[in-house]
């Protein structure tokens, strides 16, 4: 069964930054690309950045460009995101997802997601 | 960037009854590259469709897609109780976006 668990999420100041962690179990994680997808509070869904399987490529959308960096550890099956100079428009819950074989941003298997709130 | 709107904002509807829920792109998206997820309240999304008509694994045939070129529609043909949530589409491939979403509520 796939299963993947953020993890990191909490209270920050604008400014500040946060690594979030999403360990994965169930697949082959190495075999596949991943993602972040984020959710303000109310709002609809962002897709935030990608990472192949290799690690060796990285996407990022424009709102986070040169503020945030995806990773990845395929020897221990963790997905990576390591925020900087946080806003408080990053404030949403942030998904792990687990992208088809195709790496085509299409996600078959999501996290329960973890909660970011950037507030002074 | 593709810009996906999602209409009606909300559906009321009744169990049983046929939902059809509307998303029109900013621009052409391929059929091969049309999603639409399902979202109930504190949970995470669960996809539903890919390539526009094709159900992903464990999605009841009450849930069909169709649509091309900028005009796409997900419906249900049978509303059961555990239907009723936000559904959102999703272009995918490059620069992936989604729609804002539609309410799938009791009415």
């Known amino acids: 069964e796939v299963q993947l668990l953020e993890s990191g999420g909490g209270l920050v100041q604008p400014g500040g930054s946060l690594r979030l962690s999403c360990a994965a179990s169930g697949f082959t994680f190495s075999t596949y690309a991943m993602a972040w997808v984020r959710q303000a509070p109310g709002k609809g869904l962002e897709w935030v950045s990608a990472?192949?399987?290799?690690?060796?490529?990285?996407y990022y959308a424009d709102s986070v460009k040169g503020r945030f960096t995806i990773s990845r550890d395929n020897s221990d099956n963790t997905l990576y995101v390591q925020m900087n100079n946080l806003r408080a428009e990053d404030t949403a819950v942030y998904y792990c997802?687990?992208?088809?074989?195709?790496?085509?941003?299409?996600?078959?298997?999501w996290g329960r997601g973890t909660l970011v709130t950037v507030s002074s | 960037e593709i810009v996906l709107t999602q209409s009606p904002g909300t559906l009321s509807l009744s169990p049983g009854e046929r939902a059809t829920l509307s998303c029109r792109a900013s621009q052409s998206v391929s059929s091969s590259y049309l999603a639409w997820y399902q979202q109930k309240p504190g949970q995470a999304p669960r996809l539903l469709i890919y390539?526009?008509?094709s159900r992903a694994t464990g999605i009841p045939d009450r849930f069909s897609g169709s649509g091309s070129g900028t005009d796409f529609t997900v419906s249900i043909s049978r509303l059961e109780p555990e239907d009723f949530a936000v559904y959102y589409c999703q272009q995918y491939g490059s620069s992936p976006s989604f729609g804002g979403g539609t309410k799938v509520e009791i009415k």
């Open positions: 997802a687990k992208d088809t074989p195709s790496f085509l941003a299409l996600f078959d298997y």
């Open positions: 390539a526009t008509s």
């Open positions: 990472i192949s399987g290799s690690g060796g490529l990285t």
